[in-house]
């Protein structure tokens, strides 16, 4: 027996407002990146170095291995003493090689990392597309939301600080955000297969990304297992146990031998040799008690907006802090309110957020007490939820959540200026006269994005006191 088809409740065309206000942000994001990539050392860190060499070796079709080292050394490159990148899946460094590669092999060592650094920008931009993509897919009837959730993400410090050098960080977060999109489709409409072969070329790439991504790849299979379709009982049983099988059986298709070789290599999954760390590097292993109860861990990972500031400041803690409680404040209020009570597709959507921040939490605190690092960079598979929680929360109130979003994008812009070195050249005086001209133009962008959300909160006002008028001059006389 076949169910009739469910309506489709997919988010309405985006105005030229909202897209306006997207290139606004992915202009802030792509040159606040590059501003910072032109104005700091290049190969600064031992696991930029790490990343770089391991583009390098992918142009040169083979796969890097953690005890030969690093294969291109630069007399100025802070170099690591082993290839402790290779453990990573290679999709991130298949899209810089053919950038990396022959630069590098020309001998111009610096403008391979300049460029492998722009196309990380580029990364940046994308990872605030798939942000505002995804947010339009959860929160379909509220499209200003998914605009500043795209300016939310353009302005996190850390998408900065990684789009200004090479990291492998992004192409996870890009993933994980079409993922995030993908779940609140399958939540609010139901399957279909474009959905659900979408699904699987995000799970696919996802985990040749980073085995973070692993959190992202159960919960998506999680929402294929809870989308309805049109059958029922047992038919319906069976077509969502095939979905979840085409969606996982995709990635362990396309992504499953790097796994094995990190296990025949490495003897494990994660390709980690944490005999190694703990003794050249001192890390110790620690219990899930003295994680979980731990300070250190959780200031760690969590501090995603505090830039060149330090992990215990406390004004980057209220950035992110005062929006989550408003947001969890606002969505209480209106689900306990009759006449605006949640639907089934909003209670799954919910469910699927809080099983993916569980679960990476989870995630993380076992890779720490394996002797992993608690480092913020591993948080950003996350800031899809946040950008949504912050862009429902900046949508709430036409004046009052225009003001909050104003001031919070002002503070959080300030702390990302002062990641960037606009002061002296490092390398070249081309170089910082390039970055001041990048920021000027993220300043640019992002003043065009807040003046265009006024635009829009303006005009909603006026379509809002119209939508009265009208009501109480319809009123019947008596």
């Known amino acids: 027996m076949q169910l009739p088809a469910r309506p489709r409740l997919t988010s309405v065309r985006p105005t030229r407002l909202s897209v306006s206000i997207l290139l606004s942000a992915i202009i802030l994001a792509v040159s606040a990146s590059v501003s910072l990539s032109l104005g700091s050392a290049p190969l600064h860190t031992a696991d930029e170095t790490g990343h770089f060499d391991y583009a390098y070796e992918v142009w040169h079709l083979r796969l890097p291995d953690f005890y030969s080292g690093v294969l291109i050394r630069p007399s100025w490159a802070v170099v690591p003493p082993v290839q402790w990148e290779s453990q990573h899946p290679p999709l991130f460094y298949v899209l810089l090689a053919p950038v990396i590669g022959p630069l590098a092999d020309d001998g111009h060592a ?67 955000a079409f993922a995030f999109g993908l779940c609140g489709a399958l939540a609010r409409e139901g399957r279909s297969w ?5 699904a699987a070329g995000v799970s696919a790439l996802g985990m040749l990304s980073r085995l973070s991504f692993a959190v992202w790849l159960i919960v998506l299979l999680v929402a294929v297992l809870l989308a309805e379709n049109r059958r029922t009982g047992f038919r319906r049983l069976l077509m969502a146990t095939g979905d979840a099988l085409i969606v996982g059986g995709s990635a362990l298709a396309f992504a499953g031998w790097f796994y094995v070789r990190n296990l025949l290599v490495a003897g494990s999954i994660t390709g980690g040799h944490s005999d190694w760390s703990s003794e050249h590097l001192g890390r110790t292993s620690a219990t899930w008690i003295e994680v979980i109860f731990g300070s250190k861990f959780w200031i760690g990972v969590f501090a995603i907006f505090n830039g060149h500031l330090s992990r215990t400041d406390f004004g980057p803690w209220l ?10 404040l606002a969505w209480s209020i209106s689900a306990s309110a009759r006449r605006n009570a949640p639907s089934r597709g909003t209670l799954k959507i919910v469910g ?35 950008a949504a929680m912050f862009g429902y929360v900046f949508s709430t109130g036409r004046v009052v959540g225009a003001a909050a979003a104003t001031a919070w994008s002002c503070c959080e812009f300030a702390i990302d200026v002062g990641m960037v070195n606009l002061e002296e050249p490092i390398t070249h005086v081309w170089a910082l006269v390039l970055a001041r001209m990048a920021i000027v133009l993220a300043a640019v962008a992002l003043i065009a994005a807040l003046a ?27």
């Open 194 to 198: 474009g959905l659900i072969f979408g």
């Open 352 to 386: 699927l957020s809080l099983l993916e921040v569980v679960l990476t939490c989870l995630f993380l605190i076992w890779a720490e007490t394996g002797g992993g690092g608690a480092n913020n960079r591993y948080a950003l598979p996350l800031l899809p939820i946040l």
């Open 452 to 478: 265009l959300m006024w635009v829009v909160r303006y005009r909603s006002s006026k379509r809002v006191a119209a939508r009265h008028i009208l009501r109480r001059n319809l009123q019947p006389e008596y």
């Open 319 to 328: 950035l992110l802090l005062v929006p989550l409680m408003a947001a969890a």
């Open 110 to 176: 610096y403008l391979a990392v300049i460029a492998g650094r722009a196309m990380n920008s580029l990364l940046a931009g994308l990872a605030v597309f798939a942000v505002w993509w995804s947010v339009r897919r959860v929160l379909p009837r509220r499209s200003f939301a998914a605009d500043m959730a795209a300016v939310v993400a353009s302005l996190t410090s850390l998408v900065i600080l990684i789009g200004g050098t090479v990291y492998s960080d992004l192409a996870c977060l890009v993933c994980g």
